[in-house]
């Protein structure tokens, strides 16, 4: 590296591991603006001269790891959330960590134990009783985390069984578990399609994260991946710059998983003495295991998205309001609004409690 009157001139001597920036492999280039460069296991940060810092190393939250932008500001928005016990909705294509970004959620705020619930899976026809696969049944995650996965492909009795899951913990939370459920679809656009329940919308809605696509951050495939060979128990294996650029070359219709099992493949190869070259990844068979993702399901109509969302934000208001003031009178005064409006709201949001406050105004 070496500064110029133009910026920094980077330039690759023919090392084994190569030099990357933005995800894409270097032999030459201009740094003209704050940017990092990946020199085979390293990462540097090249900064204007008016900016005082250190290294910026890949951000890091349980088991997930970025470097890109748009992963850095999706787990910002995880660091934040694990404060605030309030239900939170994870969506990004299969395999992109959200589970891991649950995980990593309950681990933060000590809400142990992690209970998954598959969806796609639960028999729910006794409602609440339902049992619950390796758990018994959803009082073990009381005091914990309630993993709601394959949120899209629950049936009509899962979803009223979470709904009634839902208004027993309304007006106490803090004492049921904390729920964080997880969609591969854009979970608005099902419920303006008549496809998925409004009012268990309404309860999970309160907070959405979305991770993006390993396609997108082309800037992360090799940090997750020597993260991943880490896990593997695989951490001094030196990838080739040419298996480098491979990975970082596919889209990875199956995200992180999917790059997780290309490098099992290498791991496997490399401990019986074979040498690991680009072909060795097999895309072709790990393009039969990992189709690329569907399309989203299509937009609902602008006035269906927006009466959604108001919906959403408005009983998420009223829930805040009935926490904080004891009487119906109260809350309506702090609202603006009269108590005769607030009693109404109350109904139209299903707040079982609008019975109770009236009596108490």
């Avoid at 395999?95 to 639960?122: H, N, Q």
């Avoid at 990875?252 to 099992?264: C, M």
Wanted: net charge positive; proline share 6%.
């Amino acid at each position: 590296m070496r500064l110029t009157p133009l910026g920094v001139a980077v330039r690759d001597l023919g090392s084994t591991n190569g030099t990357f920036c933005r995800g894409l492999r270097v032999t030459e280039l201009m740094l003209t603006q704050m940017t990092i460069v990946r020199v085979g296991r390293t990462d540097l940060q090249v900064l204007p001269a008016q900016v005082s810092g250190v290294l910026l190393a890949p951000k890091r939250f349980g088991g997930l790891v970025a470097s890109s932008e748009a992963m850095r500001a999706a787990i910002a928005c995880l660091e934040r959330s694990h404060a605030v016990r309030s239900p939170l909705l994870l969506q990004g294509e299969s395999g992109c960590g959200k589970e891991r970004a649950a995980r990593a959620i309950a681990s933060a705020a000590g809400d142990l134990p992690f209970v998954r619930l598959d969806l796609a899976t639960w028999d729910a026809s006794a409602g609440l009783d339902s049992p619950v696969p390796h758990y018994g049944s959803l009082g073990a995650a009381q005091g914990g985390t309630l993993y709601l996965d394959q949120l899209t492909s629950a049936g009509p009795e899962a979803q009223a069984a979470l709904v009634q899951l839902f208004e027993r913990s309304h007006p106490r939370p803090a004492q049921g578990p904390r729920v964080i459920a997880a969609s591969q679809l854009e979970l608005g656009a099902l419920v303006g399609a008549g496809k998925f329940r409004k009012d268990l919308y309404y309860h999970l809605a309160g907070t959405c994260i979305t991770l993006p696509p390993l396609r997108d951050r082309p800037e992360d495939i090799s940090v997750i991946a020597f993260d991943l060979l880490g896990e593997l128990g695989a951490g001094e294996l030196d990838l080739p710059a040419a298996v480098v650029d491979a990975l970082v070359a596919h889209e990875w219709p199956g995200n992180v998983r999917e790059l997780r099992a290309a490098l099992e493949r290498l791991v496997q190869r490399a401990r019986a003495g074979a040498g690991i070259a680009p072909e060795d990844l097999e895309f072709g068979v790990l393009a039969r295991a990992f189709p690329p993702p569907a399309k989203s399901e299509p937009l609902p109509p602008l006035k269906n998205a927006k009466q959604a969302l108001v919906h959403a934000w408005e009983r998420q208001y009223l829930s805040e309001l009935l926490k904080r003031y004891r009487t119906l009178s109260a809350a309506a005064r702090a609202a603006g609004i009269t108590r005769v409006h607030l009693y109404r709201l109350m109904k139209r949001h299903g707040l079982d409690n609008a019975g109770d406050a009236e009596q108490q105004s």
